[in-house]
């Protein structure tokens, strides 16, 4: 599954579940759904065969297939696209909806109605460019196939066409006219005076960048809208008024974002976090572990720390971490005397720090984004999360000293051994992976498909199999889940491209390379500056807009690409679970049903013992180069 949560475009909580409200708008569009889910179903079959052909023809045969990277780069830029159009339907766009929640509730429907005339004044700026960058790349060839890029980058337009159907017919079934109109006539007046200003707009210099890069970014964050649509309709709006570059630029960076094959990994494995938590082979890791340490004081505190450590090496993605872990363990923790506040609070600080063991989707796409070696970064980020790991056990030891373990046993070798004996081989997986990318035997891309493959054979075999059915749901929230992520990559590469023209970027440089402490200092405002990203934009996004602008600064330094990495991936999983802002923290409390407000005041010493293992991290370099 993917790290970015699903909420609604409109209303709901702070989180909803993808079908708490389809601003699809009912039957009206659910009947030409089908159609596209089906084919991005097919889609993600199609990429997962090609991949395990290439896999075989490499590795058994000797004899690489040179089509086979470029019908994946075609299917997997449709299968991005189809599924961005699916989570617009489905609800699964990341947005912040924490300010508009707190509006009086007669103020709410024409703050939602803002929210969806910007997504439509952004598909509608944009989708003119798209069509025409689709036009233009008919003269491109690929190399083996000699097909049109047309064919490929056509994916684009098609698209945000879905999009904007799908956005104006929820518009149109749903919202009241009178909020649709004020929001219309306020984005309309916006644009027309900027439009109005462009030609003296240009003399403002950087100040453009904090009108359109931050502060149109921010109102829009603020408002609820997508954060891939705020990202994107900020590069296109500086763009658009402040300079003569044509549109297409905003397309092709967000082509160039979203179509890299490193990324290719990313819905795959998406896909095996779906296929580990249908078949259950993350219950059968934390039943293991509950009968091998469950019965010493603190025990079930290490099981839940420990499972979502091992758990994460399967999944790669938080939210299904916890999803897997809290069921299994929370009725027992419970009733040995452990509160449900401080649960949900180890739950959530212990899914930040097994964050970057491997595969995580976030090292996945900061290695492509950054130009980070991907198996370096899986290699570091075991040991980094170790180092976490250890101040998370520690603080739990103390905090369960007062624990009621009277009557508890340990399990009969027997049990155990059954236990382990029908882990085993969900336990295999997470150092398959890890061994095999951090080893260099085979690339994420690769590991991935063996992996779904493995998963599926085993999970048929030991763990009661997937259903067609199941299974075709699972490739349908795979693609939309992946769509919602990767259109967020494209527009954070095209808002990051135009930050670096703005020639912010020379002087941010400039000042951050002559601070005083040097490396030391950069680092501490490093974690400074994605603890609050982490808050506000969760940590994806926030590592595909500053990773473009910080590595090159932390590379004049002298800082290891590879330990700047990792003090980035800590320091915005911890404020990912800030409260009251942190995203991360209101999943947390969702699946361990407990209330935020309770939560708050018992998760503040886990975060504290992160961001100490966070400083250790930063402070010895050694940590996170030491296993290259």
């Known amino acids: 599954m993917s790290d970015v949560q699903t909420q609604p475009l409109l209303g709901g909580e702070h989180y909803s579940e993808p079908e708490a409200a389809s601003p699809g708008g009912g039957r009206v569009t659910s009947r030409w759904m089908f159609p596209l889910e089906a084919v991005s179903a ?13 896999v075989l023809s490499r590795y058994v045969f000797a004899n690489s297939i040179v089509w086979i990277d470029e019908v994946v780069s075609t299917s997997f830029i449709w299968l991005t696209m189809i599924g961005a ?15 508009v929640d707190k509006l009086p509730s007669r103020v709410q429907p024409y703050v939602h109605a803002f929210a969806l005339t910007v997504v439509v004044a952004f598909l509608v700026g944009l989708l003119p460019s798209a069509v025409e960058y689709a036009q ?39 919202v009241p ?48 809208v997508p954060i891939a649509f705020c990202f994107g309709l900020g590069a296109l709006s500086y763009l658009a008024f402040t300079t003569q570059v044509p549109l297409l630029i905003v397309v092709g960076r967000m082509d160039e974002g979203m ?105 996945i796409v900061l290695g492509s984004v950054a130009g980070v070696s991907i198996a370096g970064l899986f290699q570091s980020g075991f040991v980094v999360a170790m180092v976490l790991l250890l101040s998370l056990l520690v603080l739990a030891r103390w905090k369960a000293r007062h624990e009621q373990v009277e009557g508890v046993k340990r399990p009969p070798i027997s049990v155990i051994g059954r236990f382990l004996l029908v882990a085993a081989p969900a336990l295999v997986l997470p150092f398959l992976i890890r061994s095999a990318v951090g080893g260099g035997v085979a690339t994420a891309t690769e590991v991935s498909t063996i992996a779904v493959l493995y998963a599926l054979v085993i999970g048929q075999v030991m763990y009661g199999g997937i259903g067609l059915r199941k299974f075709y749901d699972m490739l349908v929230e795979t693609a939309a889940l992946s769509g ?34 040097g490396p030391i200092a950069f680092l501490a405002v490093t974690i400074v500056v994605f603890l609050v990203l982490g808050c506000l934009l969760e940590g994806l996004p926030a590592v595909l807009l500053l990773a473009p602008i910080m590595f090159p600064i932390a590379k004049k330094l002298g800082i290891h690409d590879i330990h700047y990495a990792m003090v980035v991936v800590c320091a915005m999983n911890v404020g990912l679970m800030m409260p ?49």
């Open 42 to 54: 097919v889609l993600m079959v199609g990429i997962v065969v090609l991949l395990l052909a290439a």
């Open 85 to 99: 159009g699916l989570a617009m339907h489905r609800n699964e766009h990341l947005r912040l909806s924490l300010v």
């Open 136 to 174: 233009e790349e008919w003269f491109i060839k690929s190399p083996a196939l000699d097909l049109p890029n047309t064919y490929r980058v056509a994916s684009i337009p098609f698209g945000l066409g879905v999009m904007l159907l799908i956005v104006l017919a929820y518009a149109a079934r749903t």
């Open 177 to 224: 006219v009178r909020a649709l109109l004020s929001a219309a006539v306020v984005v309309g007046a916006v644009a027309a005076v900027c439009y109005a200003y462009s030609a003296t707009l240009p003399n403002l210099g950087s100040w453009n960048m904090l009108i359109f890069l931050v502060g149109v970014v921010a109102v829009c964050l603020m408002a609820g």
């Open 259 to 363: 179509s890299s094959l490193i990324l290719v990994s990313v819905p795959i494995f998406v896909l095996l976090g779906c296929v580990l938590d249908a078949t259950g082979m993350g219950k059968a890791i934390v039943d293991f572990l509950a009968s091998l340490i469950g019965h010493v004081k603190a025990g079930m505190s290490y099981v839940l720390l420990g499972s979502l450590f091992i758990v994460s090496g399967i999944s790669g993605s938080k939210v299904s971490d916890m999803a897997t872990v809290a069921p299994a363990l929370f009725p027992e923790m419970k009733r040995r005397g452990n509160r449900p506040k401080e649960m949900v609070a180890l739950l959530a600080t212990g899914a930040a720090m097994a964050d970057t063991v491997p595969p995580s989707i976030v090292l």
């Open 484 to 517: 919602a992520i990767l259109l967020i990559l494209g527009a954070a590469s095209a808002m990051a491209w135009t930050i670096t023209q703005s020639g912010v970027v020379q002087q941010l440089s400039s000042f951050l390379t002559t601070l005083p402490g």
């Open 580 to 628: 009251p802002i942190g995203v991360g923290f209101y999943v947390a409390c969702r699946i361990g049903d407990a209330k935020p407000d309770e939560v708050m005041g018992a998760i503040w010493p886990y975060l504290v013992a992160l961001l100490l293992g966070v400083v250790v991290v930063a402070a010895v370099p050694a940590i996170s180069t030491f296993a290259l």
